[in-house]
């Protein structure tokens, strides 16, 4: 949601052109041993265009001023998305997943005041370009999802919830609406990767802040015991925010179609009806979905259709 | 000079940093601190653990909100949403000011999450200028600008940085955060007087200052935040502040982040020079 560039004055002009070349330099890839690349994204010697616009200094030359903000680019947002995705590190390895976070930034560059949104469009790369999860293809899926979930649920937005009472005097099932918290994500998965990510977060340290500071290197973390890789298994998880923790809680099939029914603004009827033509021959079921949504409102799951 | 338009007149002493690892112990322990600085930009959020914690901070002592994000100095348009969400949380916090960044960090678009230099010409001051004035406009609080520490200088550039400050900050009629490690840092690295940046900046416009550690390399010096003050800072910060008068200072401290303790210990020697000065003010 921004203005409209407005037109701009040849001196502001200038200042755009300047921050441009700036920005093109800043966000190349780092070589394999960590430096600014000696090419610019044109061909041209990297040297003789950033001397065009950098002065050298007693020390540094144009080309190494500039190469500080290159490799701190690199490595704060390098750094964050290994804080954000460690599922996925873990399943392909830091050396791929390095590699793989530089191509989505190159394809993906932030379009966010804040490093939390780095991550959103990271499924989206990845079916595109599976090659960087083969073989673990629908797995890491599963885990990406998982993880940018975490990430929503852990500070997304959650409306005043309605109680159970407030529910059930809603009036007409056929009519009724009930909202679900923006911050809550149902996922199916074909990998129990619940199980999976919880062992790997155990394994590492609470994310950062942001604040202005910069790093001196990609930071080095201590890597534990090896986690067993998942094997394929449905399952049906809500990524749910209580008291300020994340959780991901599993469900049945028939309770993920309720509730994603209720997500997409069906009735409460229409979506229970969903889940009822799976369980038709389950005498208890109207007992079961009536302790899922008290457990559910419990929860704070439900609101107010905006 | 301490309470001035720029900090809504208002006297705050010595704060720091409220950051992540110091959460359960200000929570419990309840400390004693003039006030807290927050990084705007991570209770910029819709919910969640990050503005329960705020809530719970904001029942015992006074905030004030720092951004990292504004980039008042990029060529793309004001980002509206951005603009929003600050306002949002301004309200939440009451927080006397805001303050940002002299710098860009995005064109056409694209983020870089950096605090980047910008090239010291007429131009480019009038450009920040008139964005400071619609986000203070918008926002309906006093805008403070902060100095950044930088690696890289411009051809393009016409005048000092402490006079490209000056320029911004007189055509915005804005205040400045002024941050006394941060000039220490660009001195290094652009062999300059850091005493002479300290002494042609307008004193009657700072708001605020910040101090924090660096560390230096081989060939130049890095804003790290990740170490206890060092001495050429502190002899800055006491030249600064017979310029300026006492003034709300911050201690930023944030990498390999220490006990609580520790951070507030080193924050509170910035309050016996200001002590001090006003010894000797009443002396004189």
Not at chain 2, 220 to 229: A, C, G, K, R, S
Request: aromatic share 10%.
């Amino acid at each position: 949601m921004k203005q409209p560039l407005p037109e701009l004055s040849p001196g502001v002009k200038k200042l755009r052109a300047i921050q441009r070349a700036f920005a093109t330099g800043t966000m190349r890839p780092l070589t394999a041993d960590l430096r600014m690349q000696t090419k610019w994204a044109d061909g041209k010697p990297a040297r003789q265009v950033v001397a065009g616009f950098i002065k050298p200094n007693d020390r540094l030359s144009s080309f190494e001023r500039l190469e500080i903000y290159n490799k701190q680019y690199w490595f704060r947002l390098l750094d964050s998305l290994y804080e954000d995705f460690p599922g996925l590190r873990t399943l392909i390895g830091e050396k791929r997943f390095y590699d793989l976070s530089v191509a989505y930034l190159m394809k993906y560059p932030s379009n966010s005041h804040t490093l939390r949104d780095l991550g959103d469009r990271l499924e989206k790369f990845l079916k595109g370009e599976p090659r960087w999860i083969a073989p673990h293809r629908e797995l890491a899926l599963d885990i990406v999802r998982l993880e940018w979930a975490h990430i929503v649920a852990f500070d997304g937005e959650a409306l005043p919830p309605l109680e159970i009472d407030a529910l059930l005097d809603g009036g007409d099932p056929a009519k009724l609406r009930l909202g679900i918290q923006p911050c809550i994500t149902f996922l199916a998965c074909g990998y129990p990767v619940d199980d999976y990510v919880l062992a790997v977060r155990r394994r590492e340290e609470p994310r950062g802040e942001a604040s202005n500071a910069i790093s001196e290197r990609l930071k080095k973390r201590k890597t534990g015991k090896k986690i067993a890789q998942s094997k394929s298994e449905k399952i049906w998880l809500a990524v749910h925010r209580s008291d300020n923790g994340v959780y991901y809680k599993r469900l049945d099939p028939e309770a993920y179609l309720i509730c994603t029914a209720l997500r997409k603004g069906l009735p409460l009827q229409a979506a229970c009806e969903r889940a009822f033509r799976r369980r038709k021959m389950d005498p208890e079921f109207g007992a079961t979905l009536q302790k899922w949504f008290t457990q559910w409102a419990s929860f704070g799951w439900f609101c107010r259709v905006e | 000079m301490p309470a001035n338009r720029f900090n809504n007149f208002t006297n705050y002493g010595i704060g720091i940093g409220l950051r992540v690892p110091h959460y359960q112990h200000i929570l419990s322990q309840k400390p004693t601190v003039d006030w807290f600085e927050i990084i705007s930009e991570n209770f910029m959020v819709d919910g969640g653990r990050p503005l329960h914690v705020l809530d719970q901070i904001l029942e015992q002592y006074r905030v004030v909100q720092h951004g990292v994000a504004m980039y008042l100095g990029s060529t793309d348009g004001l980002n509206r949403d951005h603009l929003r969400k600050l306002k949002r949380l301004v309200k939440r916090t009451n927080t006397p000011w805001v303050s940002d960044h002299l710098c860009w960090g995005s064109v056409d678009g694209r983020y870089t999450h950096d605090l980047l230099p910008l090239p010291y010409t007429f131009a480019a001051a009038g450009h920040v200028a008139q964005r400071i004035r619609e986000v203070r406009d918008y926002l309906e609080v006093p805008v403070l600008v902060e100095n950044v520490s930088s690696y890289a200088e411009f051809h393009a550039s016409e005048m000092t940085e402490w006079e490209f400050l000056s320029e911004v900050v007189e055509k915005a009629d804005a205040g400045i955060l002024l941050d006394v490690n941060n000039i220490y840092v660009s001195s290094q690295n652009h062999n300059f007087n850091p005493y002479d940046y300290l002494n042609h900046i307008p004193h009657d416009r700072v708001g605020q200052i910040h101090i924090a550690g660096h560390s230096k390399f081989e060939k130049y010096i890095l804003d790290t935040h990740d170490h206890p003050v060092l001495d050429p800072v502190w002899k800055m910060y006491a030249h600064a502040t017979r310029l300026t008068g006492p003034t709300a200072t911050l201690l930023e401290w944030d990498d390999r982040i220490p006990s609580f303790d520790e951070v507030h210990r080193e924050a509170l020697k910035a309050g016996k020079f200001c002590e001090e000065l006003v010894r000797e003010t009443a002396v004189t």
